[in-house]
């Protein structure tokens, strides 16, 4: 027996900073009804999904960075997003700000989470490898203060059973690092979902921009395959507030190759019919982990964060 997820990549074209989030609710909701009409179980939507990105822009106030952040999930304006869903029996990812009292304090993380069919939250990953600086650097063109207006994401890389499959979620930075896809590979994930946001040009290495799909497809295509997994990632696309995003929205299966892809940089919605059983041809020869990985041999000292190279003879 086979069990297909049948999955709509939800790719958003630019939210403009006047927008609201009952207006980009409305959006995600179209794609969403467009999805159901081409048989999906499930859709993924965007990094920060419900606002434009705001860390391009630095903020003296703290009352204005919050207003861009969710209280509640679902709040008033999100309901109609999960309301829609449960109306037509159709699973979601969603990436939003999510501001919560904890240990406390008032803390700020950059969130998704994974609704079933019923509505229920199944799964919650707050992001770790938040990219760009903590404070105001006036010489870029544009700011990425992910590392200012975020803390790291405490809740690990963590999957569910859900939708018939092993589900986990990671946030735009994150897929470019392998430990992100071989914590959740050694959990036995079938399906990384991830949004995000990429502008063309990266301020601190311009050079990088011309290479900026290659990368993207690279990393998602070699972390499907080194877990045999199902990857699909969603982009934030096309010209916000002056910022090029990359879009370049892909459905990858755990060959590495990609089966599915969005090719505006708009609203577009990229339909797979995935194949959770195709993963355990890769999970069961040549990334069969209990057979073949040698953690022991690797000489990894874990705690330690930099790279450190070994000292000159
Ligand atoms: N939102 C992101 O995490 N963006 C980063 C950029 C800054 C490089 C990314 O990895 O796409």
């Known amino acids: 027996m086979t069990r297909i997820v049948t999955v709509g990549a939800a790719q958003l074209g630019p939210i403009a900073r006047a927008e609201s989030r009952t207006q980009v609710v409305a959006r995600m909701i179209e794609l969403m009804r467009q999805a159901k009409s081409h048989g999906c179980d499930l859709v993924v939507y965007p990094e920060l999904a419900l606002t434009t990105f705001f860390p391009r822009w630095y903020f003296e106030s703290q009352e204005e960075i919050d207003s861009f952040f969710e209280r509640e999930m679902p709040g008033p304006e999100t309901r109609p997003l999960f309301d829609a869903a449960r109306a037509m029996a159709i699973g979601f990812y969603l ?39 903590a404070t105001h650097e006036p010489w870029r063109r544009f700011q990425h203060l992910e590392k200012g207006y975020f803390e790291t994401g405490n809740l690990g890389f963590g999957v569910a059973r859900a939708f018939d499959g092993v589900m986990g979620m990671a946030i735009c930075n994150d897929r ?32 990088h921009d011309s290479l900026s799909h290659f990368h993207n497809e690279l990393v998602m295509r070699s972390g499907a395959y080194q877990n045999g997994t199902w990857v699909v990632g969603v982009a934030k696309a096309g010209n916000e507030e002056g910022v090029d995003q990359i879009g370049n929205s892909i459905i990858v299966a755990p060959s590495g190759e990609i089966v599915a892809a969005c090719t505006t940089t708009g609203d577009e919605l990229a339909i797979a019919r995935c194949d959770l059983d195709l993963t355990l041809s890769y999970k069961n020869t040549t990334f069969n982990f209990a057979k ?20 000159l003879e």
Do not use: C
């Open 292 to 311: 073949h990985r040698e953690p022991q041999a690797y000489g990894l000292i874990v705690e330690r964060k930099g790279a450190v190279p070994p000292p």
């Open 176 to 207: 470019r690092w392998p430990e992100t896809y071989r914590v959740m590979g050694l959990q036995g994930v079938e399906m990384v979902m991830i949004g995000y946001n990429t502008p063309v040009h990266n301020p601190p290495a311009p050079e």
């Open 95 to 133: 990436g939003y700000a999510e501001i919560t009292e904890e240990e406390g304090r008032v803390r700020h993380f950059n969130t998704s989470i994974l609704v079933d069919k019923a509505g229920a939250i199944k799964l919650k990953y707050r992001k770790i490898h938040l990219p760009g600086h």
